[in-house]
């Protein structure tokens, strides 16, 4: 379902040559809009309260220590299988393909390239990404609402990538550990602090840091050589 969504939004986004700062506004847009209405208690998606009580897959109970831990590994696997997957495309045509869209949109057209194409059926792939984490999730959380959509979300995510080091793979993976982290720890100690350190973490890094975590891990690389 993420993926049709993902596909039908965006060839008519990507048709209509929408990109940029102008496409990021669009689906902030569309997703308030939905958390909006999903708010509602006559869609029947529960209203504020969401979806709550989720205890038994495939008639398994969730809430057993043994099925936790499994549904944690099951995470780290697709985790390590997603990433794999991502690693492979960018090392294959296609992602080369897609890294000179990216640089250059118009000079990949003008060789023959379809852009569109390229865009629509990567867009389609992460939002099926997006929906299988979210289908991990949900069990392991045992709730899911409509809170989950605010913009609040999708902003935190673009922070992992931007901590964790921007233009790598591992990168975002090690910056949500570290922000999560984080959110755990401020969250329980200095509840009331948890947003200033969250927007001052993402300006530090913006400033001292624009390759994050990553590019920080390579400079003491490269000062503990002799």
């Known amino acids: 379902m993420p993926g049709l969504l993902a596909f039908v939004f965006g060839y008519f986004a990507f048709r209509s040559r929408i990109k940029g700062v102008y496409l990021s506004i669009i689906t902030q847009a569309l997703t308030f809009a939905a958390m909006l209405l999903f708010f509602r208690n006559e869609t029947g998606f529960g209203g504020n309260n969401g979806f709550t009580d989720f205890k038994r897959i495939l008639g398994l109970s969730v809430t057993t220590p043994g099925m936790r831990v499994v549904l ?135 400033l001292f840091l624009p390759n994050g975590l990553i590019g920080l891990i390579g400079q003491l690389r490269k000062r503990g050589r002799p």
Do not use: H
Not at 124 to 131: E, F, I, K, Y
Not at 169 to 196: M, R
């Open 72 to 206: 944690c590994a099951l995470s780290g696997v697709v985790l390590i299988g997603l990433f794999v997957m991502a690693r492979a495309i960018v090392n294959s045509k296609y992602g080369r393909v897609l890294q000179a869209i990216r640089d250059a949109e118009t000079r990949v057209m003008f060789t023959g390239y379809d852009p569109v194409a390229y865009k629509l059926s990567i867009w389609t792939l992460s939002a099926v990404m997006c929906g299988l984490a979210g289908a991990l999730y949900v069990p392991q959380v045992g709730i899911i609402n409509p809170s989950e959509m605010s913009p609040a979300a999708g902003i935190e995510m673009a922070i992992w990538t931007a901590v964790g080091g921007r233009a790598t793979l591992i990168g975002p993976i090690l910056g949500a550990f570290f922000v999560n982290g984080a959110k755990s720890w401020f969250t329980v100690a200095f509840p009331e602090y948890w947003l200033f350190f969250l927007g001052a973490l993402f300006i530090a890094v913006t």
